[in-house]
């Protein structure tokens, strides 16, 4: 289903992919990580709007070329996740995964770069926040039904490919994030790169 060739790699990671559809408080999430001391990382879909916006694009103009738009974003997260030490504990803002569901959403192929890199993909653990109300933005352009069906998309692609999701429910944005510390045994502040 997947298109990715078993076996998968043995290596392990102490990465905790933090995801959910569009409005579902993730980057909330991550700041709050962020803020209590733990090492985590960017969207990547908003970030290549943001820096086709300071070129001049429009939010509309990047969304009309949705192969040449995901194609970036999937680059961007092959980047990031390779440069990422797989003994650190990182809390990722979307990871690999996301893109496949994006991809099925549009109902795009998605290509062999990310497939190759789904192939040796590993999260310790995969936190699927449930939707909040969608409060749409300069790049969230989605309506309620396609809200859901991205969500849902990303809860199956996760589970077909074998990670350990737990669903976070819709809870006040810091026992959201309690939530989610009690369930990582994310361990020690050396490991988190506190000192």
Known sequence: ?????????????????????????????VNLLRGRGYTTTIEHARHYIDLQRITGRS????????????RAVVDMQIE??????????VFLDRA???????????????????????????YATVFLLDLLPLASDYARTEDPAA???IHDLLGLVYQE???PVVTVPALAPDARVDFILERASAGTPAERGVS
């Not at 409005?23 to 999430?29: F, I, N």
């Not at 390779?82 to 504990?89: A, E, N």
Request: cysteine-free.
């Open 147 to 149: 809200q859901r069906r």
């Open 80 to 89: 990031q996740e390779r440069s990422l030490d797989p003994q650190q504990t």
């Open 96 to 122: 690999l995964p996301d893109s496949l569901a994006y991809y099925r959403f549009l109902g795009l192929a998605p290509g062999t770069a990310l497939l190759g890199a789904l192939a040796g993909a590993r």
């Open 161 to 163: 490919l074998g990670f």
């Open 1 to 29: 289903m997947t298109g990715i060739q078993e076996p998968r790699p043995a290596q392990t990671t102490r990465w905790r992919v933090v995801t959910g559809g569009p409005s579902s408080g993730k980057t909330t999430t």
């Open 59 to 70: 939010t509309a103009e990047v969304r009309a070329r949705q192969s040449e738009f995901q």
